[in-house]
């Protein structure tokens, strides 16, 4: 369902009006520009971070496991999303808005949302299993991979043949479905799109992750001590997942079906701006949420840090006094 960071090609009208439907697609200049710094902001640091999260799966073959390349799957859709949205956008804000008759469109943001469903069911598999997990089977995150791709393409193909369209969102500054189309070919997409790209994934999300707390405080209830705090680890986890999952979706999700069956005029450029910037702010959340707060990766990074601080301080008791502090500033850029 989302705008989200989608690799779009366009053919670009001429020079002509900033709106596309009149005076309720226009935003004023300051307007334009500020919307432009946050879709730039954000496109810039969801592209250093998820580039982040590919250079540590590169860098530690430990990471490599079958569940985290699920992780790997959603940072690599994040950046595609964030490197080719964002000079897009940002170009068409410089046109008056992306513009043509056939945008080309392949939806990162719903390769996200499948893969975050997809990961939390496997996460409560993974929990509900008796015996330990194979981390040699690559197939079913193979699978699962390949599923949330060509998912991904099932949704955005058919406005490119008829069913629905794609065009300007709002003041023009991003593109989406056309969510102002009144008819009932538009609204039948858009209620399909709603229901397998938003609520689909996000009911599979709070089962999974509620099961999963279920069995945790199961556990916790006869042991005390670090199942207890296990218990809680895993519920502010969940809590967070799912406040950030609505907070980034859940506005974008209403204003849109605010627009296609609500009276026409009624979200204002600014409304449908605010709630379009933060679905995209799912690609700076997912990699900090999903991986730098993984616990499996700190304790990997931290051990590496570690062991490069006992090489710098062997290095640096052998140099010359004449280089005073010179371990502290090895130790500090090979740590960081």
Known sequence: IAPCWTLSISLMAGPGAACRDGAERCLS?????????????????????NLLVLLLFWRFRAL???INLLLLNIALSDLLGCALGTPLGLAGRGHGGLRGPHPVWFDTGIISLISLAVL???RYCTMMRTAEPDTTNYRKTWTGIILSWTYSLLWTVPPLFGWSSYG?????ITCSVNWHSKDANNASYIICLFIFCLVIPFA????SYGKLLCAVRQVSSTHTGPARRREQRVLVMVGVMVVCFLLCWLPYAAV???????????ITPAASIIPAILAKSSTVYNPIIYVFLNKQVTSISSTHCHKQLRGVQSLSAELPDIFPGIGALLSLLLCH
């Open 29 to 49: 200049p300051a307007g334009r520009l500020a919307a432009a710094v946050c879709l730039g902001a954000l496109g810039s640091l969801g592209f250093c971070t």
């Open 64 to 66: 490599r496991s079958p």
């Open 120 to 122: 939390s069911y496997e």
């Open 168 to 172: 300007p969102e709002g003041p023009g």
């Open 204 to 207: 599979i999300i709070v089962y």
């Open 256 to 266: 849109a079906l605010t627009a296609t069956f609500g009276q026409p005029g009624l």
